[in-house]
């Protein structure tokens, strides 16, 4: 149980496109997922919180206006990269979270590996 | 400022060896804590969680780790590792009043040499 996918797994863009990475709990729903980006050999690092049928919560320093997140469904969440440019390129990962009264527990996706050329 | 720091950021053993990779948080409130392993070329996968209770949790694999709350630590170990125990291990820590986000540790690589 409690698995996550993402899809794609890897893309390759020109620099000025758009790019639109889908997150999907696949046996349970999820009222909260996640966004990160890791970069390599480095941990990972929080870009916003999808909340189900309400606007993400952004970190400090992550542009709302380019990271579009839609949370349209219980599970599936999609980040869309605006305007890629190459200092985008990163590996893209979403998390969907499970239980709660305080003890919720995310899974992972398998990750977005986005290059901008 | 909220933060976890993993001391090991590159450990390397013989396979049979024991193993203990340390986790430190700052956070004076309520944590839920987590270890989470990556293999090469996959996801993050949950190893064990903590909430409450008996703070020495057993997660998957042998895996288990203790809690001790007045160190502010929750250190993974495993008595003796496998050639496929060779990931990448992350703690992470939730301040409760921080509704679910997570907090990441630097992460420690771990080679197991057959």
């Known amino acids: 149980g409690a698995v996550v996918s993402q899809h794609p797994s890897w893309v390759i863009c020109k620099s000025g496109t758009s790019v639109k990475i889908e997150c999907r709990s696949l046996?349970?729903?999820?009222?909260?997922m996640f966004w990160y980006r890791q970069f390599p050999k480095q941990s990972l690092m929080l870009m916003a919180t999808?909340?189900?049928?309400?606007?993400?919560?952004?970190e400090q320093g992550v542009e709302k206006d380019k990271f579009l997140i839609n949370h349209a469904s219980l599970t599936l969440s999609t980040l869309t990269v605006t305007s890629a440019h190459p200092e985008d390129s990163s590996f893209y990962i979403c998390?969907?979270?499970?239980?709660?009264?305080?003890?919720?527990?995310?899974?992972f996706g398998p990750g977005t590996r986005l290059l901008v050329l | 400022a909220q933060s976890v720091s993993q001391h090991n950021h590159h450990v390397i053993l013989s396979e049979a060896a024991s193993l203990e990779l340390g986790c430190n948080y700052s956070y004076g409130g309520t944590v839920n804590l987590f270890w989470y392993v990556q293999y090469p070329g996959q996801h993050l996968q949950l190893l064990l969680k903590y909430f409450s209770g008996d703070p020495l949790v057993k997660g998957i694999k042998g895996f288990e780790a203790e809690f001790i709350k007045s160190k502010f630590s929750f250190n993974l170990r495993k008595p003796s590792v496998q050639w496929s125990d060779t990931a990448e291990y992350f703690c992470?820590?939730?301040?409760?009043?921080?509704?679910?986000?997570?907090?990441f540790g630097q992460g420690t690589t771990l080679q197991v040499k057959p």
């Open positions: 992470a820590v939730n301040p409760i009043s921080n509704t679910g986000k997570l907090i």
């Open positions: 999808s909340n189900e049928g309400s606007k993400a919560t952004y």
């Open positions: 046996d349970f729903q999820a009222t909260t």
């Open positions: 998390s969907a979270e499970t239980g709660g009264g305080h003890q919720e527990t995310q899974y």
